[in-house]
């Protein structure tokens, strides 16, 4: 989808351990996104890129942090993971502003 | 903060039926509104875009904005069994961040 591939798709992981997803595009788009998805609540945007070095906060960004070195990486760390951080965790891209994402297939993530 | 509001359903249709789908929004500012189709352990994807006030068609899809009502909808006509899935309504905001509902599950019957 667009050139975006997401790693892993599967993880389980134990409670308190740090864990990081990856988000790989080869759009040379400029946004970046990560959300969650939890039956009930829907896609929530966790943290979004404007730009190399440019991130900022979405609506449930606590426990998380990102970070964007390259137009083409965009990573999720979940610090110390949490039973409550087990979700389908989807990476989001566009190009250019007022227009829809295109999204990556997604990672399940499992805290144990 | 802003909202994103739809109907989880589920909203079953006969093959060949019109099926309509409904979504407010809280955020004036809003200008932009998109319709995003999800099968069931994938991705979702964009079908439908909608920026000014009154009707937009694509194939089988109408979008329909209504921005004095603060609300969106998406008819599909034909339907079709292929088209069981949930369908998520987003809203765009002023810092380009899409706020999404919690999706209407859609089924088809044959």
């Known amino acids: 989808d667009a050139g975006i591939t997401q790693s892993p798709r599967h993880k389980v992981t134990e409670t308190g351990t740090p864990v990081t997803l990856r988000c790989h595009q080869t759009e040379n788009h400029r946004y970046m996104y990560w959300y969650r998805q939890d039956p009930g609540h829907g896609l929530r945007l966790i943290h979004y890129?404007?730009?190399?070095?440019?991130?900022d906060k979405g609506e449930v960004s606590d426990g998380y942090s990102v970070s964007r070195s390259k137009t083409e990486d965009f990573l999720l760390t979940l610090e110390s993971a949490t039973s409550s951080q087990t979700s389908v965790y989807f990476c989001a891209t566009t190009g250019d502003y007022g227009y829809g994402y295109t999204f990556g297939s997604g990672t399940r993530l499992t805290v144990v | 903060q802003k909202e994103v509001e739809q109907n989880s359903g589920p909203l079953s249709v006969p093959e060949g039926a019109i099926a309509s789908l409904n979504c407010t929004y809280s955020d004036r500012g809003s200008q932009s509104f998109f319709w995003y189709r999800q099968y069931s352990g994938k991705s979702p994807e964009l079908i439908m875009s909608i920026y000014s006030n009154g009707d937009k068609e694509d194939g089988r899809f109408t979008a329909q904005l209504n921005k004095a009502s603060q609300y969106v909808s998406l008819l599909i006509r034909d339907s079709q069994p292929s088209d069981s899935a949930t369908y998520l309504c987003a809203a765009l905001t002023g810092a380009n961040n899409l706020f999404f509902g919690t999706g209407t599950r859609l089924t088809v019957i044959p």
């Open positions: 890129s404007y730009g190399v070095k440019d991130t």
